[in-house]
Each structure stands twice: as C-alpha cells, then as structure tokens.
C-alpha cells in the first residue's frame, strides 16, 4: 500500500484501540515502523484533549470484579458487585464544548469476553443536563456511576477492546467516533481482563453465542474459556 493508504491503516486501528505492536502485526510491518506515526496521533489527541478540558469521568461500581489490577494505581475499589451486572462495565466520559455546552460519550463493556459491546455518543448538551445524562447511561447499577479518574476509564475501554481483539472480537462499529474522548494510550494496561484472567462469555440479549462459541474455539482453544448460554435451546450449542 502507498504512503496515504498505510497512515489512513494505523489511524483506523490506532482509532479502534491497537497497541503500537498491535498494528504491527496486524499489518505486517515491524513495530520501529510504526511508532513515528502512532507518536503523532498520540500528540494530535493529547492536543485535542488539552482543548477540550475534561468535566467528568465515571465507572459503574463493581468494575474491578473478577479482574486483577497491578499495582496500587489508587483507583477506586467499586468492589462491590452487583450480580445482574457480573462482567459488564460502563464507563461515561465528559469533555468541554463552547460556552455552557458538554460532550458526552458512554461505552459498555463485556470486560470478560466481547470487549466494547456498545458506544454512546458523542452526545451534545448543556453542562447542567450532564448530572441527569449520567443518572441515565448508569440506571443499570442502582448506585449509579462511581466518579474516577480519565486513566481508569482509558485502560478499561482501550485494555478491554485489544484483550477482546486477541479472543476474536472487534469493538462495536461506533467505536472510532467516541475514541477521541479518551485520549492517548500506549498499553498495555495494568488491567488483567477476563473472569479470573479466563475468557467467559456469558449471553446477553443481542448477542449470537454460536458466532462467539466458534471464535473462541478457534482463538483460544475448547477447553480454555467459560461458557454460559440462557434457558432455551441454540443449534450447535450446548447449554451451561
């Protein structure tokens, strides 16, 4: 590929949560290949996030559950665990816009299996709506959303999207837009995701758990992963 082809390459996986080896590998190329330009999206971001000053950030309680952190980066525990809620994160990111105006993007992840499940936004409002907004994305945790700091949220949604990368999982197709508001990242993370370290899948509502059964199978092996359908019966897939 050309030059312009190669630079659009990095960007959409860079966008999409890649490490620097990530795109590497993912491109054939060798990683001292890579760097110049991942460095210069990482200064265009830190650049636009300088701009765009951060007016909140928020985890649902009971993130870390099941996952093992390194270190004592002094992140909030949120130990407490909601069971309705076991392996599904959200994590909402507010930034500045012009005068009393916010930007708002929310992400639930399957921090067990499936990565970035789902993106909201960016959604524009005004600054005083933001505290109902939050109320809202966190409805699904009865305490609501656990304020945290903007290094939390990066290595939840970008350490989650490369670890679901790794089992066969893309993030969700609004990802890119909703990256910006993240920021720079290098990775990885000091986060080690999936249930106990173990890939587990357990089926929610949208999700197609032949499809996932295969790309586990195939990424890490039958053996080597959890696997928990609802009540009912799905072809080829054998009821947990």
Not at 153 to 175: N, Q
Request: contains cysteine.
């Amino acid at each position: 590929m050309n030059d312009a082809d190669f630079e659009q390459a990095v960007r959409k996986l860079r966008a999409e949560g890649y490490t620097p080896k990530g795109i590497a590998r993912a491109l054939g190329v060798r990683p001292a290949v890579v760097a110049p330009l991942v460095r210069l999206i990482g200064a265009e971001r830190t650049t636009t996030d300088t701009e765009r000053e951060l007016v909140g950030c928020w985890v649902s309680p009971g993130w870390r559950a099941g996952l093992t952190v390194s270190g004592d980066p002094g992140w909030p525990d949120g130990e407490t665990m909601e069971p309705e809620t076991g392996g599904l994160v959200g994590v909402l990111i507010a930034r500045t816009e012009r005068n009393q105006w916010v930007s708002a993007c929310g992400y639930l992840l399957d921090v067990y299996c499936l990565g970035v499940k789902n993106v909201l936004g960016p959604e524009r409002m005004r600054r005083g709506e933001l505290p109902s907004f939050a109320r809202s994305f966190f409805y699904a945790w009865a305490s609501g959303g656990l304020p945290a700091p903007i290094e939390l949220a990066r290595e939840l949604v970008l350490g989650v999207a490369e670890y679901a990368r790794t089992l066969g999982f893309r993030p969700h197709a609004d990802f890119e837009q909703a990256r910006g508001h993240l920021g720079a990242w290098d990775g990885p993370g000091l986060i080690r995701f999936g249930c106990e370290g173990t890939p587990t899948f357990t089926e929610g509502p949208y999700d197609d758990p032949v499809v996932v059964l295969r790309t586990l199978e195939e990424s890490v092996g039958a053996g080597n992963f959890h696997f928990t359908v609802s009540a009912g019966s799905h072809d080829g897939v054998s009821i947990a």
